[in-house]
């Protein structure tokens, strides 16, 4: 559900993305996503011990494909789950800053001055470019999730806000 290399699953997982916009009406309000993580993952995160003896039991897939591909694994095996709380649509360029917040975009202040800038994180850790809006930010970042263009083609969207389920 959310693009790894960009740290969204991870946001997600710290409660600091709440809000996903798609293409195409996927989810109902009320419905529970699984958030897809490869099996490694899932061993390093803490979740080993569930593997092996909790609810998920130890699975032959955990050998498979799946072990580092997240595209690979099964949903009902997965640990953690958002909620679908909300969906709407509108066109990609009508978000707002706060709903920008929600997808992920974070805010810093320039050390010695009033200056705030917004960014996205890379990964593990945040990208070295700010931006001055939050709008800004999230323009780059659904271009580097969904293709460049994406911002400038300001396609209809389905916007899902959602909780993680603990």
Avoid: H
């Avoid at 789950?81 to 649509?89: A, P, T, Y």
């Amino acid at each position: 559900m959310f693009k790894d290399k960009v740290g969204l699953t991870r946001a997600v997982l710290r409660r600091e993305k709440t809000m996903t916009r798609r293409n195409s009406d996927m989810y109902e309000v009320g419905e529970e996503v699984a958030i897809a993580m490869s099996y490694k993952s899932m061993a390093n995160g803490g979740y080993l011990k569930q593997m092996m003896e909790g609810p998920l039991k130890f699975k032959k897939e955990y050998t498979g494909a799946g072990w580092k591909n997240k595209m690979y694994v099964k949903a009902e095996l997965m640990p953690r789950r958002v909620r679908i709380l909300r969906k709407w649509q509108e066109r990609l360029q009508d978000i707002s800053d706060e709903d920008c917040m929600k997808e992920g975009i974070m805010e810093g202040n320039f050390r010695n001055t009033w200056d705030r800038y917004y960014y996205q994180t890379w990964g593990d850790v945040p990208n070295a470019v700010t931006f001055r809006t939050p709008r800004e930010a999230f323009a780059s970042l659904i271009d580097r999730v969904s293709g460049k263009g994406t911002w400038d083609s300001n396609p209809l969207v389905w916007c899902y806000e959602f909780e993680l389920i603990d």
